[in-house]
């Protein structure tokens, strides 16, 4: 389309008769309403990100073509005292460096250092406590390294050599006797440790006692590598408390030797079943891996004889998982251990087991944890990916909920409701952050928020709805959502409040997926491009931009204002409905409505429109009216006197402002039209060959002048038009048969109707 200048054209042709000066005309008077703080430039600017792709992640949101990831492979052995609670074990990490870059020290965590006396999250704790540390246990808290060892081989022979190491708070930094190569180096790496475990260690793992014995539930419990990746190089942010975890991916082999009376579940598959469950128990399980109901494995009755057992020994139980980021595990003399099969989308089979104590028990407890387990695991596989590991573990414990690879810890008191609740949960973190393995020290809405918006869509499907819960009324959720005590939803968690971080963290990402697939995507564009998302970062490490560009490049759609409101900046949203105004003033001929945005945050409209007869009529306008208004005309055909109007009349957006959503008769602005009719023809001057032609095309006046382009023009007052672009008014006389056109400096050109 070609661009015209009105201003030159009129500036040229027109040095005409000249009248005196342009008189002032009295301005609409102006309603009170609130000043809109919309800014339509903010929301809709273009180069959202930051940065363009790069050859390790790509402007599509792929992994680039460079893509690289370390690997840390671990062969770990544990010794459990029962008496001590502490745990002694060795490490046995390789390390292979697929960076480009040459290394000359790795850096490791030592999460359980978070518990030692003067760590930094302890100096964290407020006083008026905290979810995180060990909640004011005194005890001798914290990894104690023994050695760390370089292994290295040749011709078989496998020599040791102490390698130097230096501590700091929950981070350990191992230097290497020689640069690791880029681009596939490896190194072997021997650690000898041991902590104590605390009772409570930050909500993560510790020790439950029971009736029959303690139930130790073991995580963050070996040196784990840190992430080097190309965008942070080493990621060393010290495990402080309420930030979780990043790590990489690699196979791990574990050994864990625990009292012969105890019964020990880990991350992925038992390897030595025959050296630790006795002939029937086995049968059992070879039973209930055929059963698609709940098969008891070890009884009650078998947990209060193990329990009371004399215990000479200790039995050593052998585990091993392949593809994880994490390794956990639970031991106790006290489990019920029941199990069932996991039924996949590619036929193939994994297993359902819950471990936990008598006092736990009942079907209104976790005697429905497997079942719980199975339906979750066969959901998310279904609708997202396949799950991955051989089995799936539910533990009862003192841990509220917590997540590792192949098994989850939750509160043993849990029953109905709350232990589906918090068994999906966790279970929902195989996909966010086990599969799709992102940085959790930074950006929790990308496990947390991901993962509770699938938790919806479980909970909607289960049972036929037993646990379904309510949609939730965003009109009174934008109040916590957008609270402006609020920190944007990228701060890290170790940068919020910790009361902030079930909104940040976990709601509100939430609620923003649930916006997006069902009232902007729609439930099958973003389902492909979610999936494709889970897909493409399936054991690699996605950033904040790799899952925007993803859902962007597969739904074929520019969401950078949303991304902008929502992830970005923690803007609110209030969409009001202005006034409204019948085609020349009869109901019959349609409506003309106005809306306004008056905050920071553009969303599409919905609005339902009610007539007199008491029809509704639903009408949905795209986001894209908010690219270049603060306010909003739109014509609805109605036929008869509109009675009411709600915006967002199920309260699926989170506007703060419901006072404004509804226009009502009783006291609702209705706005005189101006009758246009009147105004049409064509007009000449007698000293001019130029002749105006006043048309009406879809209720907008269009004005042609001989021989250039038609260009619209607005009433601005009585029987007054403006073109802004054309930079000239047309004022008429009372009888609309004469006009003087008046340009921008104050010349005025009469014109008269022609018969
Ligand atoms: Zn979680």
């Avoid at 708070?169 to 790496?189: A, C, H, N, Y």
């Avoid at 810890?409 to 799709?436: N, Q, R, Y």
């Avoid at 969401?559 to 992830?567: A, D, I, P, R, V």
């Avoid at 970005?568 to 019948?582: A, H, P």
């Amino acid at each position: 389309m070609k661009n015209i200048l009105f201003k030159v054209i009129f500036q040229l042709i027109l040095v005409l008769v000249s009248v005196p000066l342009w008189s002032q005309q009295t301005p609409f008077a102006v309603t009170s309403k609130p000043i809109s703080k919309y800014n339509y430039h903010d929301a809709f600017a273009p180069f959202f990100y930051s940065k363009d792709g790069t050859s390790t992640r790509s402007a599509s949101g792929q992994p680039g073509f460079a893509y690289w990831q370390n690997k840390a492979d671990y062969k770990l052995s544990a010794r459990l005292n029962e008496t001590s609670n502490e745990i002694v074990g060795t490490s046995i990490i390789t390390y292979t460096n697929n960076s480009p870059d040459k290394m000359s020290f790795l850096w490791m965590y030592l999460d359980q250092n978070l518990f030692k006396e003067g760590s930094r999250g302890n100096a964290l704790i407020p006083i008026e406590g905290s979810r995180n540390g060990a909640q004011g246990q005194i005890f001798d808290g914290g990894h104690k390294i023994k050695s760390v060892k370089i292994l290295t081989t040749s011709k078989g022979v496998t020599t040791e050599k102490e390698a130097k190491y230096t501590i700091n708070d929950t981070r350990m930094q191992v230097f290497l006797p020689q640069e690791l190569k880029s681009k596939g180096g490896m190194v072997t790496i021997k650690i000898d440790f041991s902590f104590i475990s605390p009772n409570e260690g930050s909500d993560r793992m510790g020790i439950l006692e029971t009736q029959n014995g303690k139930i130790f539930t073991v995580a963050q419990w070996y040196p784990r590598m840190c992430v080097y990746d190309d965008l942070r190089g080493w990621n060393t942010l010290p495990y402080l408390g309420a930030s979780e975890f990043y790590l990489e991916y690699g196979d791990f082999d574990v050994s864990i030797s625990v009292p012969s009376n105890h019964f020990v579940v880990c991350s992925g598959e038992l390897v030595n079943p025959s050296e630790v469950y006795s002939a029937i128990q086995q049968k059992r399980f070879s039973q209930a891996s055929q059963s698609d109901t709940t098969t008891m494995i070890l009884t009650a009755d078998e947990v209060l004889a193990a329990a009371n057992a004399k215990v000479k020994s200790n039995k050593t139980w052998h585990f091993k998982i392949k593809n994880a980021r994490d390794v956990s595990w639970a031991s106790s003399a006290a489990f019920i251990i029941d199990a069932a099969r996991i039924n996949l989308p590619s036929g193939k089979k994994s297993m359902a087991i819950s471990a936990y104590p008598p006092e736990s028990a009942g079907n209104d407890a976790w005697g429905r944890s497997t079942e719980y387990t199975k339906t979750s695991i066969e959901h998310y596989s279904k609708k997202w990916m396949e799950y991955p590991y051989p089995a799936a573990t539910n533990v009862a414990g003192i841990v509220g909920g917590m997540e590792y690879p192949g098994i989850v810890f939750c509160d043993w008191k849990s029953k109905g409701a709350d232990l589906w609740g918090v068994t999906d949960h966790e279970f929902g973190h195989i996909w966010f952050p086990m599969i799709v393995g992102s940085n959790e020290r930074l950006f929790a809405w990308m496990d947390e928020g991901f993962n509770t918006f699938i938790n919806t869509l479980s909970s909607a499907d289960f049972n036929k709805g037993e646990y379904k819960e309510e949609v939730a009324d965003l009109h009174k959720y934008s109040e916590i959502y957008t609270n402006i005590n609020l920190e944007p939803m990228m701060s890290s968690p170790d940068n919020m409040k910790e009361a902030n971080i079930g909104t940040l963290g976990y709601s509100k990402p939430s609620a923003g997926l649930v916006m997006l697939r069902e009232h902007i995507l729609g439930p099958e564009r973003f389902d492909l491009a979610f999936r494709t998302y889970v897909e493409r970062w399936a054991y690699k490490h996605p950033a904040p931009d790799d899952f925007f560009r993803t859902i962007e490049n597969v739904s074929g759609e520019d969401l950078s204002w949303f991304w902008k409101g929502w992830f970005v900046n923690n803007w609110r949203l209030d969409q009001g409905i202005n006034s409204i105004k019948y085609v020349n003033n009869n109901p019959k001929s349609g409506v003309y409505i106005t809306i306004e945005n008056f905050e920071k945050m553009a969303m599409p409209v919905v609005l339902d429109i009610k007539t007199k007869s008491g029809k509704v009529s639903r009408v949905k306008l795209p986001v894209e009216i908010w690219q270049r208004n603060v306010d909003w005309t739109f014509k609805h055909d109605s036929t008869e006197e509109i009675d009411s109007i709600t915006l967002d009349p199920d309260h699926v957006f989170p506007d703060s402002n419901e006072s404004n959503n509804i226009w009502i008769l009783a006291t609702g602005i209705i706005e005189k039209d101006v009758v246009l009719d009147d105004y049409l023809g064509t007009f000449s001057n007698s000293n001019n060959p130029i002749k105006i032609v006043f048309t009406k095309i879809t209720g907008v006046i269009h004005v042609e002048i001989s021989d250039y382009p038609k260009f619209k023009v607005k009433p601005i007052s009585k029987d007054t038009f403006e073109s802004k672009e054309a930079g000239v008014k047309f004022e008429f006389d009372e009888n609309k048969n004469k006009f003087n056109m008046i340009l921008e400096d104050g010349q005025k050109i009469p014109f008269t109707r022609e018969k």
